[in-house]
């Protein structure tokens, strides 16, 4: 998708909680996989200087063209490639999971804060025992995630909010993940722009997960930010490759019994809406670019998948 202008090397910059690591069992070990499918929908790296191909699929329905291009939402270094710039230049309108209109207006910003927080006030205090507490504390701490920021957040959030940090450490950008580099490209065309969600629905998402499985998520994270570089080098690799199979092949490694209840609300029903979405969209006999996470378009029940 990218040609990398600069030597880089890749990291995790949001979330990571799915897919159970068969070598860890229980919460913790299925805490372990969460992480990499986040990664999967949410990791940026540098591509090689060789420039690699694109996570890409062309869907024909009902006299309308879908091209379906897997993104990562983070980057640093990137530029579009040739093949995805001529697509946007030609189709009539371009598709996000939340329409950048909504994601480049800071009000919504604000709007979503209090998303973020433990409700009526609360604090982690009020949810865990002491010994827990402690466990986070000492785990952000070592993050370098000071408490003030993190006390009031729902602990997934706190999680979300160490690995960012993270990644602005290392440079990664939101400005310069593939949504934001095909937005600004499709602007000089003036091409209108949608969404499949708000980002109340997507933030809405994480209050499916108990607080008992958000602190055991939240550890995790946090215990593997120093890691994290070894163990998405593979997943680099596949996203390089532009090769769903490999993609899919190095994901389904790390499958196991504890993830259904998380593939089924932040992927498969998500694709699923999608699907019937674009059904609703081939009617207009238009040409489409449709800009999703690249783990939506590998898997059971992917959203190619459900559009054959």
């Not at 979300?160 to 602005?168: D, K, Q, W």
């Amino acid at each position: 998708m990218f040609k990398n202008e600069t030597n880089c090397f890749m990291n995790s910059t949001f979330f990571a909680f799915f897919f159970p690591s068969p070598s860890r069992r229980g919460a913790r070990g299925e805490v372990r996989g969460f992480f990499l499918f986040f990664a999967v929908l949410l990791t940026t790296g540098c591509r090689p200087q060789v420039p690699s191909n694109d996570i890409l699929h062309k869907v024909e329905k009902n006299g309308s063209t879908f091209y379906i291009l897997g993104s990562m939402h983070l980057g640093k270094g990137f530029v579009l490639s040739e093949e995805v710039k001529g697509i946007i230049e030609q189709v009539d309108e371009v598709y996000y999971e939340i329409d950048m209109k909504e994601m480049m207006d800071p009000a919504n910003t604000q709007r979503l804060m209090p998303l973020m927080m433990l409700p009526d006030g609360k604090t982690l205090e009020d949810l865990y025992p002491i010994e827990k507490i402690a466990v986070l504390r000492q785990k952000f701490n070592k993050a370098g995630v000071p408490w003030m920021i993190v006390e009031k957040q729902k602990p997934l959030f706190g999680a979300m909010t160490a690995i960012a940090m993270a990644g602005m450490k290392q440079g990664m950008q939101a400005d310069k993940g593939t949504e934001n580099l095909v937005y600004d490209y499709a602007k000089k065309y003036d091409k209108p722009s949608a969404g499949f969600e708000t980002m109340e629905f997507q933030m809405s998402l994480f209050d499916s997960v108990s607080y008992d499985m958000q602190y055991e998520i939240a550890v995790s994270t946090l215990d593997q930010l120093d890691s994290l570089k070894g163990d998405l080098s593979e997943l680099l690799a596949a996203f390089q490759s532009g090769d769903p199979n490999e993609l899919e092949k190095f994901l389904k490694e790390d499958f196991g019994d504890g993830d259904a209840l998380f593939a089924r609300v932040f992927l498969i029903n998500r694709n699923r809406d999608w699907a019937k979405k674009i059904e609703e969209l081939s009617k207009n006999k238009k040409k489409y670019l449709v800009v999703v996470g690249a783990g939506h378009l590998v898997g059971t029940s992917n959203l190619i998948e459900l559009l054959d």
